[in-house]
């Protein structure tokens, strides 16, 4: 039972008490606070009141997984696999930890939990889920989910996941997120009594669909074109990383069969024989090595992939802006177009199609009581209209300003990451190297002393 | 694992490894049975064509530099005891000749000696392909028991789309000039008037010399007796011969399977480096999307160009040393289990001869002789063959241990150039945390 990559456990620093909101706020009415603080945090009774919780230091790991058997929605046997979520809270003083709580969850309370954030956290980059299906698979690597390598890379990427949301100074309060590491049962209807399935925005899903927006906020647009660009070289590279691999498994496994050989062969010679032999020996070593060197490079990808997936997060955030904004051009549209028409209405001149105008036309005027009538309701929903995009902008700029700051967040985050992803890569070929060098070394001492 | 063999590893198709080949290498056309010439278009009828076209005269009896061979001693390296060398062999300048009935490519010859029975100190000639397989012919109709080196195959008929492309012809002249060195290198064969002819003669001297031999007609008449007999000749085999036997079939049989998987590295060598061409790029690719992380991006990718250089030098070195070395030896195993026919034959021949003796009441007296010939005949074969069974054992041992020594060293050495590489980039990236670090704390 490994850790993840990044070697540690990753500890939770106690968690500020203040509410994340800002102090700057602008002195807007009280709904405006109301928003802004639900946006910061999630919504009042989303997050975590037990903050005596995230005082200690919290120790989170996925240790185990296990296979079981059971019955899906449709009364049909399913097998699946469940994983073992263990919580240790550290005491300050003497470093020790003592479990806390312990539960088994399977990979689609993950993804359940997971969707409830991108629902409820629009603004944040939430951190990505492991691979549901096993993907640029060299062809050593099985693709089959039940393989119990794979199994195990899955295991360290949703440690990785739980460790990321412990992390993130927003997701990290969030009752569902507390829920889901210490209520086993239970815990899915409560998920699903938040009704996040609801407020989902369908449109979200609908990635092909082009809203046009006709100010697009540039930084936007420019995150939007880096997360294409992320997300294309790093499968690209991932790619061609794993048919590297093939080869290079095939240059090392082929020497294997000299070992094979050499062992025959020195079974007829005499003073060669016993050269032979150990040489044959080490390039049975050397053709063995691969496997726990291509094991390791496999940790590389998964890492990478990480932020490939995280590159679909970082969109999902600009197409929440982008839907925010449509959102706010059609309801200004909306306004705008009300505006004129009471203007019209109330001037006399008909400017804009309405069917009443038009019946009006064919059918005669109007009675001014009807016309009355007709100006008070619009002058109704004008102040109405005007209300809700006053708290549109502001939930708008919001929105872009919470987002933004973790859009920072998160560039340092992908930046320190990846750097150290990339050492460790370098420090997997010196390695490689290391060993090469030493098994060729030996062999041919085997082979001069032939 | 010490001394233990793994038993066959269920990958064991990728290698091209798995079922024994019988002696014969697979990758060329099955080598004609030794006794028999192969009839082919380059043969004896178009021989009237090439003599007359001066074309393909390119015979120079120009002596060359005034290097006298002594002082050549001192400067050229070989593998026989240096001191006594007196014939040096080079075959290089592959030409192409174009006829309006073949084409085909003839090598310049150059030798320098300081041998009494030459006439000169040195010569240049050329010679083609069937010149070569020629003085095989003469050296093993000569020494019928004697390892004759082996000469490369006709062609290749797997995987090549004409027969003079580049490499091919390079790797054939190599393969020529190691032909006729070891015949210069070897005791008794050295001396081998029809070697001295290869050597030395026009090419008008060298067609006519040819014709002196026995003919055709009369060759092939020696082989359907030579087959006939053959198999008595090993129900009588003495046991040294036997084991020899046994050595031979078992090393023909691994040799083969080092041959095969030999090329089958070089291929996924290849295969690797043309994968890590494309490796190296999509790390700049994704570098211009960056700005923290390009120079780690853009170092990454120089070392991946540099280890795929290393690995393309590897490569290199493989098809230099290992690869011919132990196809040579693919050959020379063939080579060998002709001599043992050979010497089966010769023995057989003694054998039916007693035979016919136990049988035969007349002309006993003469059957007697004849036996007495034969037996001598037989001793002498026999000999020669053990005799120069050992120096080729030695000769192989050497060879081989050479051979993979030099790829161990391609590949420690290769490691060492990949970790240099690795190694100052890793340095140049604590380097700069270290740098970012400090600069945190002012």
Redesign the interface.
């Known amino acids: 039972m490994e850790q993840a990559p990044s070697g540690m456990v990753r500890q939770l620093l106690p968690a500020p008490q203040e509410p994340l909101g800002r102090a700057d706020a602008e002195p807007e009415a009280a709904a405006g606070e109301e928003a802004e603080r639900e946006l910061a945090e999630g919504p009042a009774d989303r997050t975590m009141t037990e903050n005596n919780f995230w005082l200690k230091k919290i120790e989170i790991s996925v240790s185990e997984a296990e296979k079981r058997t059971g019955r899906n929605a449709m009364n049909m046997q399913e097998t699946y696999t469940a994983y073992l979520i263990e919580t240790r809270s550290v005491e300050h003083s003497d470093g020790q930890s003592a479990l806390t709580d312990s539960l088994w969850r399977r990979y689609s309370e993950f993804e359940l939990l997971r969707n409830y954030l991108l629902v409820f956290y629009p603004h944040v980059v939430v951190p990505p889920l492991p691979e549901k299906r096993a993907e640029f698979v060299w062809h050593k690597l099985s693709a089959d989910n039940m393989d119990p390598d794979f199994v195990e890379r899955r295991r360290i990427g949703l440690e990785n996941f739980l460790l990321r949301l412990a992390s993130h100074p927003i997701l990290c309060r969030d009752k569902i997120f507390y829920l889901f590491l210490t209520q086993e049962g239970n815990w899915k209807e409560t998920v699903n009594e938040t009704g996040f399935q609801l407020k989902a925005d369908s449109r979200l899903k609908a990635l092909n669909a082009t809203f046009r927006v006709k100010n697009p906020d540039k930084r936007f647009t420019e995150l939007k074109h880096?997360s294409d660009?992320?997300q294309s070289?790093?499968s690209?590279?991932l790619r061609?990383?794993a048919?590297?691999a093939?080869?290079?498994y095939?240059?090392y496994?082929?020497?294997?069969?000299?070992?094979?050989?050499f062992?025959?062969?020195s079974?007829?010679e005499k003073?060669?024989g016993d050269?032979l032999?150990s040489?044959?020996?080490h390039m049975?070593?050397y053709a063995a090595s691969i496997d726990d060197i291509l094991e390791d490079e496999e940790h590389y990808a998964d890492q990478l992939k990480e932020y490939l997936f995280y590159a679909e997060a970082l969109r999902a955030v600009c197409r929440k802006h982008e839907l925010m904004q449509y959102d706010l051009e059609m309801a200004a549209q909306d306004l705008a177009s009300k505006k004129q028409q009471c203007e019209e209405l109330a001037t006399g001149t008909v400017r804009t199609f309405s069917l009443k105008g038009m019946t009006t036309k064919l059918f005669g005027q109007e009675t001014p009581e009807q016309r009355e009538a007709r100006i008070k309701v619009l002058e109704e929903q004008i102040s109405e209209g005007e209300q809700q995009l006053k708290s549109k902008n502001l939930e708008g700029r919001e929105f872009v300003k919470n987002a933004w700051a973790d859009i920072e967040r998160f560039k340092e985050q992908k930046?320190h990451d990846?750097?150290e992803a990339?050492?460790s890569?370098?420090?997997m070929?010196?390695s490689m190297?290391?060993k090469?060098?030493q098994v060729?070394?030996n062999?041919?001492e085997c082979?001069?002393k032939? | 694992?010490?001394?233990e063999?793994?038993a066959?590893?269920a990958?064991?198709e990728?290698?091209g490894?798995g079922a024994p080949p019988s002696g014969s290498s697979g990758s060329s056309a099955p080598p004609p049975p030794l006794e028999v010439l192969d009839l082919d278009e380059d043969e004896d009828d178009l021989e009237v064509f090439s003599k007359d076209a001066s074309l393909m005269d390119m015979n120079s009896f120009s002596p060359l530099m005034p290097t006298s061979p002594l002082s050549m001693i001192n400067q050229i390296k070989f593998e026989d005891e240096p001191e006594l060398k007196d014939l040096f062999i080079t075959v290089d300048e592959p030409e192409s000749h174009v006829t309006t009935i073949e084409t085909f490519i003839t090598y310049r010859i150059v030798t320098k000696t300081s041998r009494g029975e030459f006439d000169a100190s040195e010569f240049e000639v050329r010679r083609r392909y069937q010149d070569f397989l020629w003085l095989k012919g003469k050296l093993e109709e000569a020494h019928p028991t004697l390892i004759i080196p082996p000469l490369p195959e006709k062609f290749i008929v797997k995987g090549m789309v004409e027969r003079f492309n580049d490499d091919f012809i390079e790797t054939r002249r190599k393969a020529l000039h190691k032909f006729l060195n070891r015949i210069a290198d070897h005791p008794t064969l050295t001396f081998n008037e029809d070697f001295k002819v290869f050597l030395t003669a026009q090419a008008w001297e060298l067609s006519s010399h040819k014709k002196q031999g026995p003919g055709l007609l009369s060759r092939m008449g020696q082989t359907a007796r030579a087959v006939a007999s053959s198999l008595r000749g090993v129900k009588n085999r003495p046991e040294e011969f036997m084991d020899m036997n046994?050595?031979i079939e078992?090393?023909s049989q691994?040799i083969n399977?080092?041959d095969k998987?030999s090329q089958?590295?070089y291929k996924?060598?290849r295969?690797?480096f043309e994968?890590?061409k494309?490796?190296g790029p999509?790390?700049i690719?994704?570098s211009a999307?960056e700005e923290?992380?390009v120079d780690?991006?853009k170092?990454?990718a120089s070392?991946i160009d540099q280890?795929g250089k290393a690995t393309e030098k590897r490569m290199f070195g493989l098809s230099e040393t290992l690869l011919p070395v132990v196809h040579e030896y693919v050959l020379y195993s063939e080579m060998l289990m002709g001599v043992m026919k050979r010497r089966d034959q010769i023995q057989a021949e003694l054998d039916s001869k007693v035979e016919a003796l136990t049988y035969k009441k007349a002309d006993t007296d003469l059957l007697t002789e004849e036996i007495g010939k034969l037996e001598d005949k037989v001793e002498c074969a026999n000999n020669a063959m053990k005799a120069d069974w050992e120096r080729w054992k030695q000769q192989m041992?050497s060879d081989?241990?050479s051979a993979?020594?030099d790829?161990?060293?391609e590949?420690?050495s290769?490691?060492?150039q990949?970790?240099a590489t690795?190694?100052s980039?890793?340095t140049s990236?604590?380097n700069r945390h270290l740098e970012e670090a400090s600069e945190e704390h002012l």
Request: a neutral charge.
């Open positions: 880096y660009e992320l070289v790093i690209h590279l061609v990383r048919r590297v093939d080869r290079l095939g240059v496994k082929v020497h294997g069969n000299y070992g094979r050989v062992s025959e062969w079974a007829i003073e060669m050269g032999q040489a044959g020996h049975d070593v930046n990846l750097k990339l050492i890569y370098a420090v070929q010196i190297c290391k090469g060098i060729w070394t062999a041919k082979f001069s032939m | 694992m010490e001394g063999r793994r066959s590893p990958r064991g990728r290698a490894g046994n050595f078992t090393f691994k399977l080092i998987i089958r590295i996924e060598e295969d690797y994968e890590m494309e490796y999509v790390h690719l994704w999307s923290v992380l780690s991006l170092g990454i070392c280890c041992q081989i241990k993979f020594t790829l161990a060293e590949n420690v290769y490691y060492e990949c970790l690795w190694e980039f890793l990236q604590t």
